[in-house]
């Protein structure tokens, strides 16, 4: 991430949380995220210098205006003024963390070789939130190779009981050994 989504993706948080709108903005830029990156020729279309700047603003308030907040609409036009709405994903994602730090959730990816069945997603989940003090919000991911065992990623840290893993540790003893 650089330090222009930094700046911009906290002062779109800092000016949603002060007006305690920060969780309804959130559920939007994780939209407008999802979007933005499906259709990355909108972007361009959005980012063309070749379009008056009035156009492109009134393009994305046709796109967005009437389905997104005030404060949102006015960032992404904001970004577009300074040509950097392809920035709008560094800035989800900065938004993000600061929602997480304030409301202390912590994120966890999840990988597993299959799917986790109900009883185990909530013992996981139960477990890291004792551990970590946090709620805990988890993503999974499946990863047939794994062969058994979770793989668990959190705050820049790796939690690994995978079979996956035991084996190839037991591969560098033996080999040490001969």
């Not at 920060?22 to 361009?44: F, N, S």
């Not at 709405?85 to 999840?110: K, M, S, W």
């Not at 990988?111 to 109900?118: I, K, R, W």
Request: aromatic content about 6%; overall charge positive.
């Amino acid at each position: 991430m650089n330090e222009f989504s930094r700046v911009y993706g906290e002062a779109l948080y800092d000016l949603s949380s002060d007006e305690s709108r920060d969780e309804a903005i959130l559920m939007q830029v994780r939209a407008v995220d999802g979007i933005l990156k499906r259709e990355p020729q909108y972007v361009k279309l959005i980012s063309a210098r070749s379009l008056p700047l009035a156009q492109r603003l009134s393009l994305l308030e046709e796109a967005f205006g009437s389905r997104i907040d005030a404060y949102l609409l006015n960032f992404m036009k904001l970004l577009c003024e300074r040509g950097a709405l392809d920035q709008f994903h560094g800035c989800a994602e900065v938004y993000q963390a600061r929602f997480n730090e304030r409301h202390n959730i912590l994120p966890v990816t999840v990988f597993t070789a299959v799917p986790l069945d109900e009883e185990r997603r909530t013992r996981l989940k139960e477990a890291l939130q004792r551990k970590t003090g946090k709620t805990v919000e988890l993503t999974e991911k499946v990863d047939p190779e794994l062969r058994g065992g979770i793989r668990c990623e959190m705050a820049g840290k790796r939690l690994d009981n995978t079979i996956l893993t035991k084996m190839d540790s037991l591969r560098r003893a033996l080999s040490k050994k001969s």
